[in-house]
């Protein structure tokens, strides 16, 4: 990568709030192509509303997002700030494959059809080779075998490792998780876990809200400590988590919050 290439996502002084509640307080983050970027802090630190925003599934007050350097464009001010570009919004998306807690798989559709779904409808893509691609990542996030089944037959784990596959069926720029692992229990969560570790081996860009910190520490390239809206400190896994400097992140890793 040049010096010269831009992140994938850069987001600078972003504000959110909803209504009087202010959620997000200035907060900037970078993930170049490759990185792996873990959001961390406890329950309400804004976390989560930080992803929906770089994905523009939740409208900001105040600030600047880049993707691949393009700036989104905006129309009105505060809380009447929206998007002015709708085709903008629609292929920043398809960039931007998001992975939520609750799975989200669409129970009248088998897996596979789960998977091919958005590359034919969104992008209008051949069905043939959306197939085919479908079938090969299911295989490499090892359920393979349930292409045919409906989600209310697979365990969380399986729904959760289709729903990946959903998102890279895709093709996209980055990869966003929102507490991927959150919903299941400690056996099913290692299951996600080893296909998000493969793909963090393999280059791809992401953006983790997590509340495993195992997770954060051994996977990230940057992690990001959420408290009350702003960013309370940020590093390299290695210093963050073995030399926090912030008294609030040292109780927060001390009383091993998962939230």
Not at 15 to 43: M, N
Not at 111 to 131: K, S
Not at 177 to 195: G, I, M, N
Request: with cysteine; net charge negative; proline share 5%.
């Amino acid at each position: 990568m040049t010096e010269q290439t831009p992140p994938v996502i850069q987001i600078t002084g972003l504000h959110k709030s909803f209504g009087a509640l202010d959620v997000l307080r200035g907060v900037d983050l970078t993930a170049q192509a490759g990185d792996v970027v873990s959001l961390i802090g406890s329950s309400g630190s804004g976390k989560s509303t930080l992803l929906r925003c770089a994905n523009l599934l939740e409208d900001s007050q105040q600030g600047d997002i880049r993707f691949e350097g393009e700036p989104v464009s905006w129309r009105g001010s505060g809380h009447r700030r929206q998007p002015a570009d709708a085709a903008q919004v629609r292929r920043i998306r398809t960039n931007l494959s998001m992975v939520f807690q609750q799975f989200n798989l669409w129970s009248h559709m088998t897996i596979l059809h789960n998977v091919m779904e958005a590359p034919l409808t969104v992008l209008g893509e051949d069905r043939d080779e959306v197939e085919d691609r479908a079938r090969t990542l299911l295989d490499k996030v090892g359920i393979g075998d349930k292409a045919d089944a409906w989600p209310a037959q697979l365990s969380g784990g399986q729904q959760q490792r289709a729903a990946i596959a959903r998102a890279l069926c895709m093709q996209p720029r980055a990869l966003l998780f929102d507490e991927p692992t959150s919903a299941l229990d400690p056996e099913l969560e290692q299951e996600v876990v080893r296909v998000i570790r493969a793909l963090a081996e393999e280059g791809r860009t992401m953006i983790l809200v997590t509340h495993d910190m195992r997770m954060a520490r051994d996977l990230s390239d940057h992690v990001v400590f959420l408290h009350q809206g702003k960013i309370e400190e940020e590093g390299p896994p290695s210093e963050l988590f073995a030399a926090p400097k912030s008294e609030r992140l040292r109780q927060f890793l001390s009383h091993g919050q998962a939230a």
